[in-house]
Each structure stands twice: as structure tokens, then as C-alpha cells.
């Protein structure tokens, strides 16, 4: 078990570039998560992918991110435009849901990619 | 959208003693509650999951309990050691567990 790689690790980028995120979840996990955090809080919710639909996405989520998970395997975020809001620490989790509510597992977290607009 | 409370002020507990720290929720009752641990610099790593009929959990030396009633989850680590000191999340879930509401996280510092 790899558990959740997440690359590149840190990204320090000029304001009104676009950056592209990796995410590889656990290879038999067919759910994935986005999260944003910043210091002192918690992971906020951006958008969750079971296999290649992605099925919701949060109101923090503006036009300028968009996320994929082509045929259901790694992931991909990509802020366009970035502002100095954007710096954060931007999280990806697997789960693998099975059969009924109830057999659902928890999430499996990679280390993050921060994000440092200058 | 829910509100999950965690107490944002560091607890400093002695080794060997029990650590408690809290959740507090409002708006609808979740139905599964989940407490991670997460180190400066790395992602959040799960411990425990307790579903809305369920009154109490245990791993170890960890213990949830889940009261819907105050809305409120208890997380308890008992013979605290200086390597429990980290910072704990609780998160929310519904039924399809589609979507997760975290808490600010409580940074538990255990001194030898």
C-alpha cells in the first residue's frame, strides 16, 4: 500500500499563473477528495470524484479551478489565475465506497501540495 | 451548512494522563463522526469513525463518544505519551459521505 501521493510537494508561483495539481489515490479506491486548508483551520471541501464523475463541488470552488480524474485514476486540480487567496495547502483523499452507506471507509489523506503565491 | 466546534486553544496535558478534547456540532445530526490526527507539514491520518447509533468507540488507548442529543463528540486519549502531541480534527459526515465538514482541530501538546 503507497497510500496517497500527492506532487509536487510545494509550488511557489507569481500571481496570475496557472498551476496543475497530482493526486494518486490508493489504486482500489474509487472515490476522491479535494481539500483546501490553511494555517490554523481545518480542510475545507472543493470537490469529490467517484471514479471519473465528479459528483459535487463546493461553492469555494470559482471558475477559475477546475479538477478531473480521467477514467477514474489519479487526479488533477488546476487553478488558472491565481491570486494571493489561493495560497494554501491543497490536500487530496481516497476512499473506497462499497455496496450500501454503511460499508462506506474513512478517508485516506496524502501530505498536500502548498501553494505560495508571491 | 453545518458548524463543527473544536476547541481552538492548545490543551497541555502531563504524560500519563488523559487527554479530552471536544466537538460540537449544530444544524443536522451527521451520521458518521470521525476524529484524524495531523502533524505540522502533513496530511490529516484517521483513528476512529463512530457511526449516529453508536454511543461509544475504542482503538487502544483512544475512545470516541458520540451524543446526539448535545450534539457533541468526546475524543479521549488515556496514558497520554509526548509522540499523542499533534494537532486532532474532527470531521462530519452524511449518509453517502459525499461530503466532509472538518473542525479548526485542537493541538493536544503532552509534556513529559
Known amino acids: 500500500d503507497t497510500g496517497v501521493s500527492q506532487n509536487p510537494r510545494h509550488k511557489i508561483t507569481k500571481r496570475g499563473q496557472n498551476v496543475t495539481f497530482r493526486c494518486d489515490p490508493i489504486?482500489?479506491?474509487?472515490?476522491l477528495y479535494w481539500y483546501r486548508q490553511t494555517l490554523g483551520q481545518g480542510p475545507e471541501f472543493l470537490t469529490y470524484f467517484q471514479n471519473e464523475a465528479q459528483l459535487e463541488k463546493s461553492r469555494l470552488l470559482s471558475d477559475r479551478f477546475s479538477a478531473e480524474r480521467p477514467k477514474g485514476s489519479f487526479s488533477t486540480l488546476e487553478i488558472q489565475r491565481t491570486e494571493q487567496g489561493d495560497s494554501a495547502m491543497y490536500l487530496c483523499?481516497?476512499?473506497?465506497?462499497?455496496?450500501?452507506?454503511?460499508?462506506?471507509?474513512?478517508?485516506?489523506f496524502g501530505d498536500g501540495t502548498r501553494l505560495s503565491i508571491l | 451548512s453545518q458548524k463543527i466546534e473544536q476547541n481552538s486553544e492548545a490543551l497541555n496535558i502531563q504524560e500519563g494522563k488523559t487527554a479530552t478534547l471536544t466537538c460540537n456540532y449544530t444544524?443536522?445530526?451527521?451520521?458518521?463522526l470521525q476524529w484524524y490526527r495531523q502533524d505540522p507539514g502533513r496530511g490529516p491520518v484517521f483513528l476512529l469513525l463512530?457511526?449516529?447509533?453508536?454511543k461509544e468507540k475504542r482503538k487502544e488507548r483512544l475512545k470516541v463518544t458520540f451524543d446526539t442529543t448535545l450534539k457533541q463528540s468526546l475524543f479521549h486519549i488515556t496514558a497520554s505519551q509526548p509522540a499523542d502531541s499533534a494537532t486532532y480534527l474532527c470531521a462530519l459526515a452524511k449518509y453517502n459521505f459525499n461530503k466532509f465538514y472538518f473542525g479548526s482541530g485542537t493541538k493536544l501538546n503532552v509534556k513529559p
Open positions: 489504486s482500489e479506491h474509487n472515490r
Open positions: 463512530i457511526r449516529e447509533n453508536e
Open positions: 444544524n443536522y445530526s451527521p451520521a458518521y
Open positions: 483523499a481516497s476512499s473506497l465506497a462499497q455496496g450500501g452507506s454503511r460499508s462506506n471507509q474513512p478517508q485516506h
